[in-house]
């Protein structure tokens, strides 16, 4: 059963509760008057239609205003726009840069994303190292996907030195937020002993829990070594 390899690009909806007409005008009044946390809150409304009829353009709009005053989590919603083509047409391009500009500033989803486009050539020319330099910036933050992600690049040598052990301690870091990947990869490393000793009780208990958390190969590979009997 081969490992598989996830790369996600994805959006954050963090806002506060502005739900009536009395508050969107509050949120509006603070925008135009160039309040960067209001601009990303009113994107944010925008895009997911939040007291407001859903108008991706204008919350393109709003995010960008708030991205050019430095705010992170507008940089990387607006990266996630131009990435997906939402309200804007699609630039890798664009996306790479703001999800850059984010990630210089700690921002963890955006650190994770830099570390896709790298991985994956979107954006920017594939630099693999890059990659994994930006996954473990945000996987030492606790981002369960970079966690992921990284122990994948170890397990195969890509833009780092082949380390299974290593891939090992950074699938056990995610499993610890029930990355079902995580358990999937974790589960197979214990049942045929890479990077760790060999544990079927072991491999059993996280299969079946990835299985739980809805990993599509988990009830087939489950199923083909009988992992029931070491339940």
Do not use: P, R
């Not at 990869?185 to 072991?202: E, P, R």
């Amino acid at each position: 059963m081969k490992l598989f390899f996830i790369c996600l690009l994805i959006t954050i909806t963090s806002f506060q509760n502005i739900f009536s007409q009395v508050n969107i005008d509050s949120l509006k009044n603070a925008a135009n008057k160039g309040n960067a946390n209001a601009q990303f809150n009113l994107g944010v409304c925008y895009y997911n239609g939040e007291g407001v009829l859903t108008d991706k353009k204008k919350a393109v709009d709003w995010y960008t205003k708030a991205a050019e005053q430095g705010y992170a989590d507008a940089q990387l919603n607006l990266g996630v726009c131009y990435a997906n083509g939402g309200g804007v047409i699609t630039d890798m391009e664009k996306a790479f840069e703001w999800f850059e500009k984010a990630a210089n500033q700690g921002q963890v989803m955006a650190q994770f994303n830099l570390g896709v486009c790298y991985y994956n050539g979107e954006g920017v020319l594939t630099d693999k190292k890059k990659a994994v330099d930006w996954y473990t910036k945000a996987a030492e933050q606790g981002y369960a996907d970079a966690q992921y992600n990284i122990g994948v690049c170890y397990n195969l040598g890509e833009g780092v030195l082949t380390d299974k052990k290593k891939a090992v301690d950074w699938w056990g870091k995610a499993v610890m937020q029930d990355d079902a990947n995580s358990q999937f990869n974790l589960g197979w490393c214990y049942y045929y002993g890479s990077g760790v000793l060999t544990d079927k009780k072991k491999a059993a208990s996280l299969i079946e829990k990835a299985y739980i958390n809805g990993h599509e190969k988990a009830k087939e590979f489950w199923d083909k070594n009988e992992l029931w009997k070491y339940k």
